[in-house]
């Protein structure tokens, strides 16, 4: 790992910035920030309400829902990739062709994610009783004040942390998105491809010093949504 | 138990099933489009073949290696806490967030010939860059905290004092690794062992760089099937993506059983 | 097996857990360690089994120096408050863990259990699991694995604290009929004084890592070698700014103490509780037995005289205190 740091900032601290800075990084570092906070925005919402399914209610398949959850954890991203690309792309049977465009690449960051809000606020929604809303009913509050008020408060910092790995997991991804995304420079190319296309070009130290950057974006990430997380759940004791 | 109501049950069955299940399916769609003849000549492909025996073997490796690391880290985090193994807790969970191409490119930097050990490395003929042992590096490398875990927060719920006593009775460490703490751990192990597994064998970023592609050397399945999409053999690689796919399937199951057996521990805990 | 504890001092970090304790422990007593949470009691019972290291003085087993010997070799048997069970075992297994650690032949191992089993009467739980026992009955299974191996003493951290009073005070009897008959030194921590005054010969009162008295029940509860002993063993209350205890106070024909009027009456089963108030506005309370409430016939509102009774002593005494 120091090797990564020492090698982006070998050339001098410009040259770190000047790599950063290129406007081909700058477009491929936008293009995955945009992509993968739509995705996690959208799969947190989705991941909150497949948590709530599977959770409080029964009903037929709902185990098959729950190990269709973790697919995306266990297939091979390059599988998920080429599959989606053939899906979506040019020789779609759903004669769509999404490909090269960020609906394509996020459509790839919400496959991917999935699992992750699921997996977080799941375990919080079972060890939740009911005995904190059923004193809101009794109360008078109706089912949706419920939910704002006291349901989602107690979900809030899972679901913030869930949401934090998936957008840190998205912006990393490589291999269910660069099929998809075709990777033309300034217009659909992710990070990590550009990344990648800057090592086997020799390029070593420009490709460190962007990793660098992404890397510091995703620790910050997690910082920010771990703090936040933190930061609600302490008024909760 | 409430009942949720019917639009929100439909809306999130069709949303996973779009996102996630229609993929799946239309992988197996894909490899059985040409018949079992067309299936059968594929299965024998030789460039598949022999990815697929290099998966394997990078596996057989990689995954013990991990769990032992995985076990044992994760015991001396919990039970024999220092500033030392609070950096470890953290240095663990780092695989998690990095990019599998900046892992590849960090693997790079350090082993490669002119790197900063693969220098030192080569003096001594050991070759880490575009080889086997640069695979099972970066697979142990991404795969790092899917043990630790499952397992940590599951040694701090436990506590010790069951292996305590067993210490009051005569047992040994070694003796009370086996019959207590291991016997405590096993399906979240299981768990994190099975993640460990699919994780090892789809990797695909980092060993894309490490290895080099060179094709019937050190091309593991995940490449092959890349290699195949972009030389638009789409068919051969379809083939090879089933074969990930029921895989992962197979890890599925495996994982679903891990944590229903986990959770009947849970009952007795009441 | 005999136990001398010799200016034992432990201390975790920052904090003094213990401080200089010293005390003997004779073979074949039930000795209670009785104090308040974080009077150091559980770290002492620890120290005493080899599973916590000390910082200073030392601990002999039977004149042997133990101090620095490990838990597994010391042959204690030693019970957690949350009974650890051995879930992935069945209760059979469980006993005879440490049987099995010693190599015993199995013919061996499945009389010795048998046996035990029927000491603790779990005769037909020997092929359940923990997780299908209540609390009570893992407390006899945890109890009848430590004495699976014949241990020279007995250790026993909080053991009835999580059972509820019918159950727990069952288990009280059984243990303290059970140590008679077999004669194990045994300890016993807690932080419930009754239940230490119920089953223990000797009373080793801790209090912030200090021992402020030692002796019978009977002689502590007398004999309080100070106000923190006094006030932890039993309820008290104050005559006329005089601390005693509320059965000491009597009530008496008038102009022959202290005159109040009964603010309540408290009937709680056996006792009966009788709260006053003079006319100073001071108030006591009056601890009478179920009888003795009945005969007097009081109610809220009557005028009572009270005085301490005659022969029960109730000033902190320099009783000796064990060093």
């Known amino acids: ?210 990793s660098v950057a992404l890397l510091v974006i995703a620790f910050a990430l997690l910082l920010l949504f771990g703090a936040l997380s933190r930061r609600l759940s302490r008024g909760q004791r | 138990m409430k009942r949720s109501p019917l639009a929100l049950r439909v809306l999130v069955l069709v949303y996973v099933g779009v996102l996630v299940g229609l993929p799946l399916g239309f992988v197996f769609q894909q490899a059985l489009a040409h018949g079992m003849r067309a299936l059968a000549a ?62 590849g490119l960090v693997l790079m930097l350090a082993y490669a010939q002119n790197g900063w050990f693969g220098h030192v490395l080569a003096l001594w003929g050991w070759h880490v860059m575009f080889s086997y042992p640069g695979i099972v590096l970066a697979s142990v490398f991404v795969s790092l905290p899917l043990v630790s875990r499952q397992v940590i927060p599951l040694l701090r719920e436990i506590g010790d004092h069951a292996e305590q006593t067993a210490a009051t009775l005569g047992a040994g460490p070694v003796r009370i690794f086996f019959t207590i703490t291991m016997r405590s751990i ?32 050190t ?26 796919a029921l895989a992962s399937i197979v890890v599925l199951a495996m994982l679903s059983a891990a944590r229903h057996r986990e959770r009947k521990r849970h009952e007795h805990l009441a | 097996m005999s ?10 970090g920052n904090d003094l857990v213990l401080d200089d304790v010293t005390d003997e422990i004779t073979q074949g007593s039930l000795t209670a360690l009785l104090g308040p949470s974080g009077s150091g009691k559980s770290t002492l019972l620890r120290i005493i089994a080899g599973l916590e290291t000390l910082d200073a003085g030392h ?98 951290d909080e053991p009835f604290a999580a059972l509820d009073a019918q159950v727990g005070g069952e288990l009280r009897s059984w243990v303290r009929s059970l140590q008679h008959e077999l004669g194990i030194t045994t300890i016993l921590v807690t932080h419930n004084q009754s239940e230490a005054m119920e089953i223990a010969d000797r009373l080793v009162i801790l209090n912030d890592g200090r021992i402020e008295q030692t002796g019978t029940p009977q002689a502590v509860y007398d004999e309080p070698a100070n106000a923190f002993v006094q006030g932890f063993l039993g309820p008290m209350t104050t005559l006329r700014g005089v601390a005693c205890r509320p059965h000491d106070i009597e009530l008496c024909s008038e102009g ?12 709680l089963g056996f006792e009966t509780r009788v709260v006053v108030g003079d006319a100073d506005g001071e108030s006591s309370w009056v601890q009478l037995t179920h009888d003795q409430a009945q005969r007097l016939d009081l109610a809220v509102g009557d005028t009572v005289s009270l005085r301490l009774r005659a022969g029960g002593d109730n000033a902190p005494n320099p009783v000796e205190r064990s060093r």
């Open chain 1, 1 to 210: 790992m120091a090797a990564l740091v020492t090698n982006a900032f070998g050339h001098g601290l410009g040259s770190f910035w000047d790599a950063v800075v290129a406007p081909e990084s700058l477009a491929a570092l936008r293009l995955t920030l945009l992509c993968a906070a739509v995705g996690a925005a959208v799969n947190a919402v989705a991941g909150l309400a497949t948590a709530w399914v599977l959770v409080r209610d029964r009903f037929i398949g709902q185990g098959i829902l729950n190990a269709l959850i973790d697919l995306p954890f266990a297939l091979p991203t390059v599988v998920a990739g080429v599959t989606l690309y053939t899906l979506y792309g040019p020789l779609s049977p759903l004669h769509v062709n999404i490909t090269g465009t960020w609906i394509g690449i996020t459509i790839a960051i919400m496959f991917v994610t999935l699992p992750f809000t699921v997996r977080s606020v799941q375990p919080v929604l079972e060890s939740m009783t009911f005995n904190a809303e059923a004193a809101a009913a009794t109360l008078g509050a109706s089912a949706p004040r419920i939910f704002r008020t006291i349901t989602l408060p107690t979900l809030a910092p899972a679901l913030l942390t869930g949401t934090g790995l998936a957008f840190a997991r998205a912006i990393g991804e490589y291999g269910s998105v660069v099929f998809i995304s075709n990777n033309l420079p300034y217009r659909s190319e992710v990070a990590s491809s550009y990344i990648f296309s800057l090592t086997t070009s020799g390029q070593t130290s420009a490709a460190a010093s962007v």
């Open chain 2, 42 to 103: 594929a299965l024998a492909d030789a460039q598949m073949d022999h990815a697929l025996w290099l998966t394997v073997k990078v596996a057989l490796v990689a995954v013990p290696l991990n769990v032992v690391f995985g076990v044992g880290a994760s015991l001396w985090i919990v039970r024999h806490p220092s500033h030392f193994t609070r950096v470890l807790d953290a240095l663990i969970d780092v695989p998690l967030a990095i990019s599998p191409v900046i892992v």
């Open chain 2, 186 to 217: 096993t399906w979240a192990s299981a768990y994190g062992v099975s993640l460990t597994l699919a994780r090892v064998i789809g990797e695909y970023g980092a060993v894309l760089i490490v290895s080099g592609n060179i094709a019937f050397v």
């Open chain 2, 219 to 244: 091309q593991t399945l995940t490449l092959d099937i890349g290699a195949n999409f972009e030389n638009f053999n789409t068919y051969q690689g379809f083939i090879g993506a089933s074969l990930l």
């Open chain 3, 3 to 12: 136990i001398l504890l010799n200016r034992v001092t432990k201390s975790f």
């Open chain 3, 59 to 156: 601990v002999e087993l039977n004149g042997r120096d133990v101090t620095n010997v490990p838990a597994r070799e010391r042959q204690i048997g030693f019970c957690f408050q949350d009974y650890a069970p051995f879930y992935q075992m069945s209760v059979f297994d469980n006993i005879a863990y440490g049987l099995k650690v010693r190599k015993m032949p199995k013919s061996q191992i499945r009389r010795e259990v048998d046996e035990l089993l029927a000491l603790v009467r779990l005769e037909s739980f020997t092929e359940r699991y923990p997780r299908q026992l209540s609390g009570g009955q893992r407390q006899r299974m945890a109890l009848a694995r430590a004495l699976a191996i014949k241990p020279e003493v007995l250790l026993l």
């Open chain 3, 256 to 267: 022959q103490g202290v005159t109040a009027t009964i603010i309540d009456i408290l009937r």
